[in-house]
């Protein structure tokens, strides 16, 4: 019987359209063998959907991020009991910044807000660079995520899953209005992905059994630095002397922990994305993952005993 995936596709997000389309999902499954992959959008996950799963995908982007913000109390119990039961919680990039127990979210304002002020009009051309490139990323995903936003920045808390006891704090080059510009930007308009280095624990582990203290290189696009650990949090990897994010040296990129029966597994870095993938951030075939073991061990590793089918 496969192993069955939900990846998360919300209908809202443009980014999420590029990315989990049927191509993805094909493409997906020849890179993990005996997986089953399926999207499922939010209203999907309110509905029960993850029953029938052993583990639900979120691939990052804001409607990973905000999803919870967005969909209330119900949808967050919904996908904290399918855990609790047994089944899987994968987090990459905003995925994981929707499972920690904290987002400092008003330090993380006040860094982006000190980029806009340090050079408006550079930030004003990265904008204007993605509006180009799709207008409905800002009239639709954008508008959709404001009002949620502007809430949570108010109260100083995003809403999450509260899935692993962790922080999750964001790069400080989305506070340099050049780097978005010129480099971050890039990865929609031109598919071309950030990179980051890191360093598998030696900590022996069933996720990295025979890579401990392995260096890898992967994808990224800004996701979470993972700190202030709670004690049943394992770290399974470290960023190691990144250029990209010089500040997260030897602070954790990829953590696991248990909630209840399921298991939880966040990652910083986009360890199953390739380094030049489509523009959109989208995948086709032939193209390969930027960690390929790592891909397999995470997204085709769990068994949900519990799933309904």
């Known amino acids: 019987m496969p192993v ?9 997000d443009v980014m999420h359209h590029r990315l989990v389309t049927p191509e993805f999902v094909t493409w997906l499954e020849r890179q993990c063998p005996g997986t089953r992959v399926e999207p499922v959008s939010d209203e999907d996950i309110l509905n029960r959907a993850l029953d029938w799963f052993d583990a639900v995908f979120f691939p990052g982007s ?8 967005k969909y209330g109390e119900s949808y967050r119990a919904t996908v904290r009991d399918f855990v609790r039961r047994g089944g899987c919680y994968i987090g990459v990039c905003g995925g ?10 008003r330090q993380m304002t006040r860094l982006a807000a000190a980029g806009a ?11 204007a660079d993605l509006s180009d490139f799709d207008r409905s990323i800002g009239r639709k995903t ?10 949570a ?31 971050w930007s890039k990865m929609v308009t031109d598919g071309t992905m950030l990179k980051v280095r890191a360093r598998v624990s030696d900590t ?5 059994e025979g890579h401990a ?6 994808s990224y696009s800004g996701g979470p630095i993972l700190e202030t650990l709670g004690h049943a949090v394992v770290p399974l990897a470290v960023y190691d002397l990144c250029d990209t994010i010089p500040e997260a040296d030897g602070k954790v990129a990829v953590a696991y922990a248990r909630h209840g029966d399921g298991i939880v597994i966040l990652s910083g870095p986009d360890f199953f994305l390739p380094f030049d993938a489509e523009p959109g951030i989208g995948v086709k075939e032939g193209m390969e993952p930027s960690v390929p073991w790592l891909r397999e061990r995470i997204i085709a590793g769990h068994v949900n005993c519990r799933r309904a089918g």
């Open 96 to 105: 994981a910044y929707a499972a920690v127990r904290n987002v400092p979210l």
């Open 213 to 218: 203290g392995e260096v890898f290189s992967s």
């Open 117 to 127: 002020l340090k050079n408006p009009g550079l930030l004003r051309r990265a904008i």
């Open 142 to 151: 954008g508008r959709a995520a404001s009002t949620k936003m502007a809430g």
């Open 204 to 208: 022996a582990h069933p996720v990295t």
């Open 62 to 69: 804001i409607g990973s991020v905000m999803c919870v913000e």
């Open 153 to 183: 920045v108010g109260r100083g808390r995003l809403k999450t899953f509260d899935l692993m006891d962790a922080t999750a704090s964001a790069p400080l080059f989305f506070g340099d209005p050049y780097f978005i510009k010129n480099r």
């Open 4 to 12: 069955r995936v939900a990846v998360q596709r919300a209908t809202w």
